[in-house]
C-alpha cells in the first residue's frame, strides 16, 4: 500500500509561483512512475504530467514550459514547480503513483495510476 500526502497548494495571484510536494509512504519509491493530475469544479480530471522512475518526463501542452516536475528517491518525495500560473490553472491538484509497466499511451490516463493523494487545492486570480 502507498500513501500520498500533497501539500504546498493556496492562492497566488496570475503569473505567480507554487511549488507542490507530494510525500509517499512507498518502501520502493524509485520504481514508481508518478504522475499529476489535476481537476477543476464541473471538469474531469487531466493529466499534468509525469515522471518514470528514470526520470523521464511528459508534459500536457498546456503547462509545458510552466510546469517542471522532479522527484527526490532519497525523500520519497515527487515535486510539480508551477510558473506563470494562469486563472485557468485553478483546480485540485492530484499526485498519483503507477507501479506497473505503462504504454505511451496509456500513461496519460487517471486509470493506470494504483494510488492517489487527496490533493491540494490551487487557485489563481486574475
Known amino acids: 500500500q502507498v500513501q500520498l500526502v500533497e501539500s504546498g497548494g493556496g492562492l497566488v495571484q496570475a503569473g505567480g509561483s507554487l511549488r507542490l510536494s507530494c510525500a509517499a509512504s512507498a518502501r520502493a519509491f524509485s520504481t514508481y512512475a508518478m504522475g499529476w493530475f489535476r481537476q477543476a469544479p464541473g471538469k474531469e480530471r487531466e493529466f499534468v504530467s509525469r515522471?518514470?522512475?528514470?526520470?523521464?518526463?511528459i508534459y500536457a501542452d498546456s503547462v509545458k514550459g510552466r510546469f517542471t516536475i522532479s522527484r527526490d528517491n532519497a525523500k520519497n518525495t515527487v515535486y510539480l514547480q508551477l510558473n506563470s500560473l494562469k486563472p485557468e490553472d485553478t483546480a485540485v491538484y492530484y499526485c498519483a503513483a503507477d507501479g506497473s509497466p505503462s504504454t505511451a499511451a496509456a500513461i496519460r490516463h487517471s486509470y493506470i495510476y494504483e494510488y492517489w493523494g487527496q490533493g491540494t487545492q490551487v487557485t489563481v486570480s486574475s
Open positions: 515522471i518514470g522512475q528514470y526520470g523521464n518526463t
